[in-house]
């Protein structure tokens, strides 16, 4: 069964997205295999250093999600078996 033209173009649409990232990544790895050995390794150290801030960060974020989420009421506190009572209901 063919599919329907909508589907079709979005179908078309996320594989030249998928294609345009796939070749930019294989540029990036083509430009890092043309530094030498030490320049690589201290681009993976800079890039291990920045993932680790990004995730220091979003857990940053996320907490004072959390925070404002606490101080405006909307979090409650309960057993397991509160939850689950509650999710029966």
Sequence with gaps: MPLPPAKLDLSLNSLTL??????????AIEAVEALDPEAQAILVDIIQKRLKQQRRDDLLKAVAEAREAYAKGEVRSGTVADLMAELDD
Aim: hydrophobic share 30%; no cysteine.
């Design 18 to 27: 998928m294609l345009e990232k796939t070749s930019t990544f294989q540029k």
